[in-house]
């Protein structure tokens, strides 16, 4: 069946699930311009997942899709399959992956994943991701992370964002105290070496973002990938 949400201006609060705590979605159905999912100008706060997504959790697989890749034009938003902008994220927890968000794609084609204009801030994830935990099984589909500030956000890797075997693009976003429990690890981690999956291809780009710490900490950006792999770390003030 078609999936179609939109939830636009709402509160919430204090809720906990074992994965998605306030927003459990997953979708089956081939994604077109009328069939997708946008989460607009909602606030998420005190909520906790006892697996994966302390706020939002997202699993998309479909047979049928558009192919996507760094390639195309990026920030286009005239097509995508989830969308989530002007988000306020505070407090938000899981004891595995992914404090807010949690987005896991299966091996077929979609449209992209939009994050834009969200804040993120003292969220806390005991394994990856403190704030965004996001994997795919095809390099295929693109991830856009724009504009967002992520604030005193924690996990033992990847304390703002964790990637496994994915396209992705961070632009413009701001980065403020954010820490690894694991110190060899980063605030942006991206793990394409993952030998379970199929997808060698991916891409990472992150570009014009700004990194400010007042505590030292190992790295900012770390990855562990193949050699098909390509990876852009520019025109970012740190």
Known sequence: NATKIHVENCVFSW????NGASMYIKSNSPINDDQNIEIK???FEENEAEVDGGDVYYEFNSKKSTFYSLSKKLFDEEKFSFKIIDCT??????????ASLSLNLGSEKTEKIVVKNCSFS???????GGSIYIESDN???LFEINECVFDSCK??????????CCNCHIKSCKFINNKASDDSTSVIYYNNNNYGYTSYDGSVIVDECKFEQTEEICSLFGYISREESVVNFTNNDV
């Open 122 to 128: 003292d969220c806390f994830s005991l394994h990856y």
């Open 41 to 43: 100008s909602c606030t």
């Open 139 to 141: 390099y295929s589909t």
């Open 15 to 18: 809720n906990t699930a074992k």
């Open 89 to 98: 994220m505070k407090r938000c927890a899981s004891a595995q992956n992914g």
């Open 155 to 164: 996990a033992v890797s990847g304390s703002s964002i964790y990637f496994v």
